[in-house]
Structure formats: C-alpha cells, structure tokens
C-alpha cells in the first residue's frame, strides 16, 4: 500500500507514533471513569481478580487480532477479517456487532465529560456539555486524520502524565487496610459468595480496554500498516495494563472506596479525601482528567466512522455514508452519523436506565456485549483463515499459536455468557439490534452484489 495514499480516498498519514496515541486514547478514558461500577458487585480485591482475568484475555487478543490487522490491513477492521474468512453474515455479524461497541461507548464517555466540567460547574447540564463535546470534536475529526491523529497523541500523553500526577498526590494518604476493607464483595475474606460480584462485574473490567482494537480501522491511513500496527498495539496494552492497575490501588486505598463506586468521576471524588475541595490540585485533575476522556472520545469517533464507511463502502450499510469529504479525505457523513445515534443514547434515559444501574452503565454494558462478539469473531476468523488461506502474507505472527487465540476466544465467550446472564435486558436489546440490522441486511442485497466478496477481499492483500 502506498504511504501517500489509500483506496477509496483516505489518506495513508499516520506513523507508529500516533497509531500508539490512538490505541492508548481510544482506551484511557476508561482508567478515569467507568471501572468504579465493578467495585460496588465485586468490591475491590474482587474486581482486581476480574481485572487480571479481563487483562489476559486482551493480552492474547491484542497479539492474535495484530496478526489479522498486519495480513487484512482494511478501514472495515474486524467486518473484513470475518468477511474474508465466512463470508457475507459472517461479514455482517462482526461488522455490527464492532458498529454497537464503538457507537454506543462514546455517549458513555460524553456523559463522563460532562460529569467532570459539572464538578467545576455545578450549575452545568452534564447532558448539554455531553452534546456540545459531541459537536467540537465530530467538527475536529472531519477536518482531516493527521490533525486528529496528532491531537489525539498530545491528550493521550497530557491523560498519562495526569494518571501519574493523581497517583503521586493521593500516595501519601494511600492505606493497604482501606483498599482491601470489605474487598471481597463486601466481605473482609474471599469466599464462594465472592464469586457472583466477581463475574458480574466483567464489563466494567472490560472498559480499561475496551476499543483498543480501533486501531485497526486506521489500517489504510497508516504509512505502513504492516509494521507500524503491531509495536502500537503491543507497547499499547502494556501501558493500559500498568495503569489501570496503579489508578485502582491508589484510589482505592485513601478511604471508604464505597463511596466511588457508581459514579462518573471517581479520581476526583478520591483526590478531594486527600487534598480537600479547594485545593489547586483537585482543580488540575478535573481539568486535565477531561484531556483522558477526551482522548477516547476523540479517538473512538475516528474508529466508529471508519467502521461506518466501511460497511456502507462494502453495501452493508447505506451506500450514502461511503462519501469521503472532497477537500479533507475524511468520511464526513459517517462521522456525523454515528454522532446523532450517540447523542440521542445521551438523552435516552427512559429507554436505557433499568436493571437497577445507571444510564452510563447500561450504556457501557451494550457496547461491551458488541465488543465480546466481535472479539470471539476474530479469533474464529483467525483460524479459518490459517486453515484456509495458509499462504496469505502475515507479516505478523501470533505467538505460541494456537494457545493464544484460544485462550483470547474462550475468555471472550465465557465474558458474553456472563455479561448475558447478569444483564438479560440489555442482552434482549443488543440481541434486538443485531436482529433489525439483520433484516436490513437482508433487504439489500442488490448494494453488496456491486461489491462481491473477491473484490473486498482483494483489496486487502
């Protein structure tokens, strides 16, 4: 593929550094909010044991998903993986199911930024602070992929530096007692009790990293995807891993960490135990912490527009989100598209506030189930593929294969059947979702016979 250019008009700009800024954007939000929620069904020594298990599974995804990305590097990502290896409704499922995990995190994470600005603004609707962040940075992302990609770096390193400053200002009020009081599920000892909390707060383990594997939807705006992708996403995850790891234990351990689970801002919250209302650092966090969630938000826009034009280049989508702005070679009518479904999720409260959580929890859990099903699809397609197409140019590897795509396919299939079994409400709706599409799909089968199979995937090798 050439460095200047892509098919179908997108520009291929972006360097290893900036696909790094995006694989570590597109997740850090998830080190600033989020997460808290799997401490108030698991406590904090029983997320921790749900953490670790979430973080060997993407370890080993992340590994075999590069083999694919570096093979297929295609805007569609995980769609032309399993459109490659099953075909049509293999192409669909894994392509919606991408579509529900990127379109419906951002609402989470605008609602996020505005829970922040709120704190420093009391009087401010975190609901119309959400829709205006929507706005600003729909705007930024048409404008062109270097400029987003660039931005996407300097907040993704300004999030980092301001992960590492909470943990250095809360470290001398931290207290191993206070981080493992109540640890278990409530309980001060592990016991069989302690095993429900721990499974039903898998999607919230999941949000540490969940939309790492967006980097794949940059494929064809990378300068060489082949060797780039693979060092972004494996320095990527190690970063994730260290954080999300640091972020938990210092927060947890400066009070009564109950009281930061079911909120949207628990850095905040926990730095305010230490340094008090009124102190310039709380003031620092709130405003640089938005820099974390920006980054993702930012950089998850990117991936669900990609992931939008692809569908639609390939027919599955409407033919007329394919367009690629004539002046900035970006895929303006997708971006905007996926920004409308997300800010009407911000105001859906009615519709996606049940089962007893949040809206922002319900939200987070729809695209988690998105997620899971796209993972467990990947690795399937990973083996099709080494079966089918053995001399398909990899010029990445997994290791120790096939241990580690099993390992990454039966973690995300026991984390659907959980996420599942503990939220069958919001399980009936993505089911309900991936259904309609379905039928759509159906329907318009006319647009894909312009677009065959042999022709997507020739355009990957």
């Known amino acids: ?196 909390g721990i499974f039903a707060a898998i999607p919230f383990a999941i949000w540490f990293f969940l939309a790492i594997e967006g980097v794949a939807m940059a494929a064809e705006e990378a300068k060489d995807p082949k060797r780039s992708i693979p060092i972004a996403y494996t320095c990527g995850i190690l970063t994730l891993v260290v954080l999300a790891v640091g972020v938990m234990m210092f927060a947890g351990g400066v009070g009564d960490w109950t009281k930061l689970a079911n909120i949207n801002d628990p850095l905040p919250q926990a730095m305010k135990i230490i340094v008090g209302e009124s102190s310039g650092w709380l003031h620092m966090l709130v405003w640089l912490g938005l820099f974390g969630l920006v980054a993702s938000f930012h950089g998850i826009i990117l991936g669900y527009s990609r992931q939008i034009y692809a569908q639609a280049r390939a027919g599955y989508l409407p033919p007329w989100f394919a367009q690629v702005h004539p002046r900035f070679k970006t895929p303006h009518r997708a971006i905007i598209a996926g920004g409308v479904v997300g800010i009407a999720a911000i105001f859906s409260d009615e519709l996606l506030s049940f089962g007893g959580q949040s809206l922002t929890a319900n939200i987070v859990t729809i695209s988690v189930l998105g997620a899971l099903t796209m993972y467990a699809m990947s690795m399937v397609a990973l083996f099709k593929l080494r079966a089918t197409e053995p001399n398909l140019e990899r010029p990445y590897k997994v290791p120790f294969y096939p241990v580690f795509p099993t390992i990454a396919l039966a973690g995300a299939l026991v984390c659907l059947a959980t996420v599942i079994w503990f939220n069958p409400l919001l399980a009936g709706l993505y089911a309900g979702i991936l259904v309609a599409g379905y039928g759509y799909h159906l329907a318009t089968h006319h647009h894909r016979a312009a677009q065959p199979i042999a022709a997507l995937a020739s355009e990957t090798k």
């Open 1 to 196: 593929m050439s460095t200047q250019s892509a098919p179908h008009g997108l520009s291929a700009t972006l360097g290893t550094w900036q696909l790094w800024g995006i694989a570590v954007g597109l997740v850090i939000s998830g080190e600033y909010f989020g997460w808290s929620f799997g401490w108030a069904s698991a406590g904090t020594l029983g997320f921790m044991v749900t953490t670790v298990m979430v973080a060997i599974m993407y370890g080993t995804f992340i590994f075999s998903f590069t083999e694919l990305t570096a093979s297929i590097p295609h805007a569609g990502g995980p769609f032309a993986y399993s459109y490659h290896a099953f075909g049509p409704l293999g192409g669909y499922l894994a392509g919606m199911a991408t579509l529900i995990e990127f379109v419906f995190a951002p609402p989470a994470i605008a609602l996020a930024i505005g829970a922040y600005l709120n704190v420093q603004y009391p009087s401010l609707d975190p609901k119309i602070a959400a829709t205006c962040a929507y706005v600003v940075f729909m705007g930024l992302n048409i404008v062109g992929v270097t400029i987003a990609a660039t931005f996407e770096l300097f907040v993704t390193l300004l999030a980092i530096f301001e992960l590492l400053v909470f943990m250095g200002v809360v470290a001398p009020g931290f207290e191993m007692a206070n981080f493992t009081k109540g640890g278990w599920s409530g309980a001060d000892e592990f016991s069989v009790a302690a095993l429900p």
